[in-house]
DNA sequence: AAGTGGTCTAGACCACCGA
DNA sequence: CGGTGGTCTAGACCACTTA
């Protein structure tokens, strides 16, 4: 017997897991009531229960007072996830920045920005026009429109203020809490206006990312389109596997 | 005493979440040990164990045998989160398709490679050179090269029998389990070579992906350069809010 | 060597669910 | 109502870290 290897309900999760893998245990029976797995397996129902536990974290068994412990799936799911702590990490600048703001404006939805911004058209957004800096340089890391849903248009006193994060702002002035983020990403070339903007030159490659934050209900809160050229920016992610075992 | 509202553990982590927060113990001091606060708290050790479990999920506190729990953040982090199924899913191709080995050789390291994959020099690598088509079509959607370890080089007769994933196989030939992936986005201009090969303009916008395997210890198993044109492909990333509760 | 968290036991009672 | 998982106790010993 192993006992040193690993601890007794480790022991016992694997071997839970691979009847299930077997189908010993098929998906959507119950598996035996922990006082009887404590009794065969010759341990308290204390570590059955850790046992049990560590197959219900990795998404195997769903367990239900009253009823039984039902199984789920016959292998764990191998998940990769990618975290962040912040969404403001999306940007992944190893430098602090600041944004300059050289322009604003409301813009009525036609059928282009309509399908940018998955809206009805006419919809009125409020529209900025900025560039980001480094706070130590004069290069632009990137030219950024940003799209506010108008009812979060009080926004504007307070995006001069703060060199940080404009959606972030939506969440501390208006307490509404961001729940989800997208962001696509597709290469571009600069066209004249934009390269001028950011010291570059016209025909150079560049990454588009638009970013699109969510509130409750998948309502869009607000949406950035950035335009960053070549050089000035890599964007990475790393993906993990969540039940490293 | 509001006993009957919710169990003690949870009563006792309110409360011990409460005074991290307060900073009644402060960002980096230890709590008190588990007998302390059983005694403290008139509960037993199980139950104050149970208690900090649920402090430790929420990323409040930090468990370390021989040393005690230290505290590592006031407030539970609202983290977002992307997952993946499979790491297959980072390509997110909407149809299917297939890889067209155009070539193989075996490369040494010099100075930009081994800056490239992180390793040292004149390490030798096993390099495919592929074109990723649509199973139905005949332009290509992305250019790319693949650098194999060489303890793997035995995938080489798997290559072209599977149209799905290379680095897959590495998982299901030799059993090695990829921990952690990473990407790094870069525009790029199509050169006149791979425009050729892609069906493209010399000159127009492009993606370059690069993917790095790694497995245990963090060893690199593998990695992809991919050169993605503009319009047949678009990365897209969702993030979401975790509930750490 | 002392003190910490990690594991484990053998009990007990409670809350919930379905017959 | 009987049986399930959920909570909880009062002990015990082990593994690990630090001094």
Redesign the pocket.
């Known amino acids: 017997m192993p006992?040193?290897s690993?601890?007794?309900?480790?022991?016992?999760a694997d071997v839970l897991a691979r009847h299930i893998e077997s189908g010993r245990y098929p998906v959507g029976s119950?598996?035996?009531?922990?006082?009887?797995?404590?009794q065969q397996?010759?341990?308290?129902?204390?570590?059955?229960?850790?046992?049990?536990?560590r197959l219900?974290d990795m998404g195997l068994i769903l367990?239900?007072?009253?009823?039984?412990?039902e199984v789920r799936a016959r292998q764990p799911e191998s998940r990769y996830v990618a975290a962040l702590n912040t969404l403001s990490d999306l940007f992944q600048y190893t430098q602090r920045t600041k944004l300059k703001v050289m322009g604003e404006e409301w813009v009525i939805a036609d059928a282009e920005l309509a399908a940018q911004l998955h809206c009805e058209l006419g919809q009125r957004w409020l529209k900025f026009l900025t560039c980001r800096y480094p706070t130590d340089g004069k290069i632009p890391i990137a030219y950024t429109e940003i799209f506010v849903y108008p009812m979060y248009e009080g926004i504007r006193e307070q995006i001069n203020n703060r060199s940080a994060w404009v959606h972030g702002l939506i969440e501390s002035e208006y307490g509404e809490k961001i729940i989800e983020a997208r962001q696509e990403i597709e290469p571009v070339l600069l066209s004249a206006d934009i390269a001028k903007l950011l010291r570059a030159s016209a025909g150079a490659p560049a990454l588009q990312v638009r970013r699109y934050y969510f509130g409750a209900h998948g309502r869009l809160l607000s949406s950035s389109n950035n335009i960053y050229p070549e050089k000035r920016f890599k964007i990475s992610t790393s993906w993990r596997l969540e039940w490293a075992k």
Chains 1, 2 share one sequence.
């Open positions: 006992s040193s690993s601890p007794r309900y480790q022991q016992l119950l598996l035996p009531p922990e006082t009887d797995l404590a397996y010759g341990m308290s129902r204390h570590t059955v229960r850790e046992a049990i536990r219900a367990r239900r007072q009253g009823v039984g412990t």
